[in-house]
Each structure stands twice: as C-alpha cells, then as structure tokens.
C-alpha cells in the first residue's frame, strides 16, 4: 500500500492517471485541495490533467501513511 512510483516528473498540459493495483480501495487526493479522485476501487482509475507548473503533494485518505508529490515543469 504505497503510491508508486512516489515522486512523478512532468510537463505542463499532461494528464496523469494512477491505477490502483491493491486490493483495497484508495484515493488520490491533493494535500491542498486542487483535486480529488473519491474512492478507488481495486484495479480502478483516476486521471487528471496538470496545465500549470508546481509542486503537487497528494495522499490517500484512507491511508494515512500514503504520501507522494507530482513535479510540473
């Protein structure tokens, strides 16, 4: 029960989409409330599209030891 990988490396304008390989459920949800996918069934996905540059911390908060950032460039 880890994000994987925990730091994802992108461009401005690219959509990202995690999958969830467990076999409980998670969430994908941003740490400063820009975006949250709900809950996420095992083998479901989320995917959202980044336009702006940053740093974007994100958890699963089901899980609270979840934690990873996506890097917009």
Same mark, same amino acid.
């Given at each position: 029960? *880890? +994000?994987?990988? %925990? @730091? $994802?490396?992108?461009? *401005?304008? @690219? &959509? $990202? !989409?995690?999958? =969830?390989?467990?076999v409980? *459920?998670? !969430?994908?949800?941003? !740490? *400063?409330g820009?975006?949250?996918? %709900?809950? $996420? =069934?095992? =083998? %479901?996905? /989320?995917?959202?599209?980044?336009?702006k540059? #940053?740093? +974007?911390? /994100?958890?699963?908060?089901?899980?609270? #030891?979840?934690?990873? &950032?996506?890097?917009?460039?």
């Amino acid at each position: 029960m *880890a +994000f994987n990988p %925990g @730091t $994802i490396t992108a461009t *401005a304008n @690219t &959509t $990202i !989409t995690w999958t =969830n390989k467990d076999v409980v *459920a998670h !969430t994908v949800t941003s !740490t *400063a409330g820009l975006f949250d996918s %709900g809950t $996420i =069934n095992s =083998n %479901g996905t /989320y995917s959202h599209l980044f336009s702006k540059a #940053g740093t +974007f911390p /994100y958890k699963c908060t089901i899980h609270s #030891g979840m934690n990873a &950032t996506l890097i917009v460039n």
